[in-house]
């Protein structure tokens, strides 16, 4: 197939579309206007495609509600503050189980913030986000071929599971150019029996999350933990860079990932043994390969654009068996792989090791 | 022995948890009995929304989604979309449309979505025990107007089915009652009518019921079907406020004339 040069919104646009979803409701904001223009223009040309320019991030999310029940592969997506208005269609959507995908591309927060990639809705995104009791898994794309791939993944996975998906970048990877191709969607496996539209003949169905028996209430969010526990153990994505001889790592996700593996290139010309652990999915989050990684080696640092989120799955899953420290850069601030190598630098450099920053 | 009435076949053998003297219990009846009458069962999906009727669905015998409080037509505008040749109705009251959704509602009516829109009036919240709602009048005691609806602090009770007749979208407005047989049957005319235009495709409808709620508003089932009469229809009076297809219908046929 053929490379083609996009912009990241757009690259989500088209691997949605190509996915087979055929249905996307939006609110405009800034970082990510281009995935909703992307989409008006391309739902238009597909047949059964419907695009609706929503007049609000909550009334969008509750229009991908009824297109999923309804059958069609559905996305919306946001920045920060407007993924924090659809987080009651989300709890809802994971109570009733209805697939859809749900793109974030965080800006500096919290509040208005700005319009600058962040990464701080990682607790938002990895806790489920909204009210109740439940996951939703999340990815966390660090190239233009992530973001095609994992978009359309996102669409397999949130039908695999009935669940909401979310890709969760930022500003920088949406608006960066890089070359893409686009691969084969898989044909689509969605029992016709979760699809409402009329009982027809047969028997009436109801989708609901209102469960008043608090018994049947705690049945049926067993029932959610043990999928969630599936989507654990089946669903782990990471990326190892550099590690085999390493003695210090670097956990970085998305666009921090790419400065890490820019320092990380200048790191090694200095002779310094600096390896990345990358997650890909940042829920499941890849607590296993973390702990193994940590057998071998003694030294982290945990990177993000926050004032620290990560470091916490980080810290649970390497359970004190190794040291781990933490740079962050919150508010927007895009750091040079230069300031991150410099960083490692003076923690690589003193003798004592990592200093925990906390 | 010929059978004249029973159970509508859009209805589940359930016994309503409605208040005696509700009015939620009689729309949702004639909602049952015209669509079996429009014979739209199988292809009919229904929105209840959060409020007494969020359990609507244990007694509709017809698919039902619910909707988040005041969610009711954007959800039901993604399933309209998708599914284009089904008919999609969501129930709403008071604060669930003219509170917490009056955006997805009024915007739902704006786009003109061809779809249905059952709303019952009570002029209180029922379900949460009898707090203020949108529509509540000027000076009506609530729980949380315990001296009376005051509109420097309170606002005006919202008009709307006056509101959405002005929205363009808008095909098809009628504000109704179950207060006397009479009423009723002039309710369901209404629903039938609503119905029937999204049938063929002529764009939202909705329509009000001014329903009884005996247990919030503190009166006997009797003494709520005259206060719908001697006061509160005072606020909201009866009348079909918009029938755009019948007005095109109108005008066309007085063009036709010599
Ligand atoms: S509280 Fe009012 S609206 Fe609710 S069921 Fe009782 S009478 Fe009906």
Request: overall charge neutral; glycine content about 10%.
């Amino acid at each position: 197939m053929n490379k083609v040069l996009m912009q990241g919104n757009k690259i989500i646009g088209e691997a949605a579309i190509r996915a087979g979803c055929r249905f996307y409701a939006g609110y405009p904001i800034t970082p990510q206007n281009e995935i909703p223009e992307y989409m008006s223009e391309r739902l238009r040309q597909e047949e059964g495609g419907v695009f609706v320019q929503s007049e609000s991030e909550v009334a969008a999310i509750h229009m991908v509600i009824g297109a999923s029940a309804a059958g069609a592969r559905a996305m919306t997506s946001s920045s920060s503050p407007g993924i924090s208005l659809k987080q009651e269609g989300i709890s809802s959507m994971a109570a009733c189980e209805l697939p859809a995908v749900i793109v974030n591309m965080m800006r500096g927060g919290p509040g208005l913030g700005n319009i600058s990639p962040s990464q701080g809705d990682y607790f938002q995104a990895t806790r489920g986000g909204g009210h109740g009791d439940y996951r939703i898994i999340v990815l966390g794309p660090d190239s233009a071929q992530e973001l095609a791939d994992l978009t359309m993944d996102a669409f397999d996975l949130a039908d695999q599971y009935r669940t909401p998906v979310m890709i969760l970048a930022d500003g920088m990877m949406g608006q960066m150019m890089e070359p893409v191709v686009f691969k084969t969607p898989k044909p689509r496996v969605y029992p016709e029996s979760f699809i409402m539209k009329g009982a027809g003949a047969g028997k009436s169905k109801i989708i609901r999350g209102l469960i008043l028996d608090p018994l049947d209430m705690e049945e049926h969010n067993w029932t959610l933990d043990r999928k969630y526990q599936v989507i654990a153990q089946k669903e782990t994505r990471h990326e190892l860079y550099n590690t085999d001889d390493a003695e210090l790592i670097l956990v970085a996700y998305g666009t921090g990932a790419r400065i890490a593996k820019g320092a990380i290139k200048r790191l090694r010309e200095s002779g310094l043994r600096v390896g990345l652990f990358r997650p890909i999915t940042l829920w499941p989050f890849p607590t296993n390969e973390l702990r193994d990684l940590a057998k071998k080696v003694e030294n982290f640092l945990v990177f993000e654009m926050s004032t620290g989120q990560m470091v916490e799955d980080v810290r649970l899953a390497i359970q004190g068996r190794a040291r781990i420290g933490f740079h962050g850069r919150p508010g927007g601030v895009v750091p040079t792989p230069v300031e991150l190598a410099n960083v490692v630098m003076r923690k690589y450099d003193s003798k004592a090791g990592i200093i925990d920053h906390f | 022995m010929k059978k004249v009435f029973s159970r509508p076949e859009s209805m589940k053998k359930n016994i309503f948890h409605y208040c005696a003297g509700c009015g939620h219990s009689i729309v949702h009846r004639l909602i049952a009995e015209v669509i079996d009458e429009l014979g739209i069962r199988g292809i009919t999906i229904g929105v209840p929304p959060a409020g007494c009727a969020v359990l609507a669905y244990n007694y509709f015998d017809i698919d039902m989604i619910e909707a988040q409080h005041g969610r009711g037509p954007a959800t039901a505008t993604g399933i309209k979309r998708v599914l284009p040749d089904r008919i999609v109705f969501s129930y709403q009251g008071d604060g669930d449309l003219a509170a917490i959704g009056i955006a997805e509602s009024f915007h739902a009516a704006n786009r003109g979505e061809n779809i249905t829109v059952v709303f019952i009036n009570n002029a209180v919240y029922g379900m949460t025990g009898g707090q203020m709602a949108p529509t509540s009048l000027l000076s009506q005691k609530t729980t949380t107007s315990p001296v009376g609806r005051n509109n420097i602090l309170d606002g005006y009770p919202v008009q709307v089915s006056e509101i959405f007749s002005l929205l363009p979208g808008t095909s098809y407005i009628e504000r109704c009652t179950v207060n006397s047989p009479a009423a009723i049957l002039k309710t369901k005319k209404a629903i039938r009518k609503a119905f029937q235009y999204q049938i063929d495709d002529l764009g939202f409808s909705l329509v009000e019921i001014l329903s009884p709620c005996p247990t919030n508003w503190k009166m006997t089932s009797i003494e709520s079907c005259h206060w719908i009469d001697e006061v509160m229809s005072k606020s909201f009076p009866l009348g079909v406020l918009k029938d755009l297809p019948a007005a095109e219908q109108k005008k066309k046929k007085g063009e036709q004339a010599p």
